[in-house]
């Protein structure tokens, strides 16, 4: 870990964890054979570990609304929503929102040497990334999920890799791995629209795809309407923040430290095998762990947010 940090590489629980499955996979399968949450427990141990051999975890801040002005905000907009939505049941309710996803964990928090700076080689910081779009519906149905995969639009990844993913969602090229108005479209007429039976309401953040003119147009063109959420408190007004993306990430977890690791193999070329086989495993994690969100964990957000 020490000669790690020395050349600015991240030092997380996550590489620990790497290490272990990787020489000590019986002692791992041990230790959470008897544990309800094993990735949480895992997690204090290796904490523990680091801060007794001198390493501290640093993050950066970030600073947040109050609890009672974000209780009020959610209120507010709940009964906004039932005076201008009344008429639309359970199942014309849906949300949609994009997400980032790791073949290993982002290090939102690593291990420095004790009393030593922060800092990262830049190159670690997106390795392996594509976007996740999850989509919900008020009466707890999932849609299938779309990926978005860092690379050239109409080059190799997009010709010969993405027909041989999993069937039964759906999958994008970009080159940054981003949404964008493109990828957006795509959504809509790939997933979205397949879905709806009827006039609909569809509760999206304020990213700027999302709420475009064109957007606007092509999801009223469907017999929906938009609805808008305020900025910056999205964590009580939006179903996916408040009760999916969390349990999410943790199956997401559950299922990585299951996982046989891929060896790295030093080159960020997006086509090479390895990259080839990461994506891969992240997508097949990905849709196992939506598969184990329930139907009444989707029901109990949209009930939180809209206050029923």
């Known amino acids: 870990m020490t000669l790690k940090r020395a050349k600015e590489r991240a030092r997380t629980c996550t590489h620990v964890i790497k290490w272990i499955k990787k020489n000590h996979r019986e002692w791992l399968r041990s230790h959470l054979s008897d544990k309800s949450n094993g990735y949480k427990s895992l997690l204090r141990l290796l904490q523990r570990f680091s801060h007794r051999h001198g390493f501290s ?16 905000i959610r209120d ?4 906004d929503f039932h005076r201008q939505y009344e008429a639309y049941d359970d199942c014309s309710r849906y949300n949609v929102d994009e997400t980032g996803i790791y073949y290993e964990m982002p290090p939102r928090i690593i291990w420095s040497i004790r009393g030593g700076d922060a800092k990262i080689f830049a190159g670690e910081k997106n390795a392996y990334r594509m976007t ?28 010969n890799e993405l ?26 007429v790939d997933v979205l629209e397949q879905d709806i039976e009827g006039p609909s309401v569809v509760m999206l953040d ?26 910056n408190s999205t964590s009580v007004y939006q179903p996916l923040d408040v009760g999916i993306m969390a349990p999410f990430k943790r199956h997401m977890r559950d299922i990585w430290l ?20 990461k994506r ?8 196992l762990a939506w598969g184990r969100i329930t139907d009444d964990e989707i029901c109990r957000s949209f009930e939180k947010v809209l206050q029923q």
């Open 57 to 72: 975890r640093q993050r950066p801040g970030k600073l947040k609304l109050k609890q009672d002005v974000l209780v009020s």
């Open 76 to 79: 507010e907009f709940a009964a």
């Open 132 to 159: 996740a779009v999850l989509t919900i519906r008020g009466d707890g149905k999932k849609l299938p999920l779309m990926f978005i995969i860092r690379g050239k639009p109409g080059g190799r990844i997009a010709t």
């Open 163 to 188: 027909p041989t993913y999993p069937p039964g969602h759906f999958y994008a090229v970009q080159e940054k791995a981003w949404m964008d108005s493109v990828v957006w479209r795509q959504y809509l």
């Open 206 to 231: 304020n990213f700027e795809p999302h709420v475009s003119v064109s957007s606007y147009k092509a999801i009223n063109d469907m017999g929906c309407h938009v609805c808008a959420l305020p900025p």
């Open 258 to 277: 299951d996982e046989d690791d891929i060896d790295d193999d030093e080159t960020e070329d997006l086509e090479s095998p390895t990259a080839t086989k």
């Open 280 to 287: 891969l495993a992240l997508i097949n994690r990905s849709i």
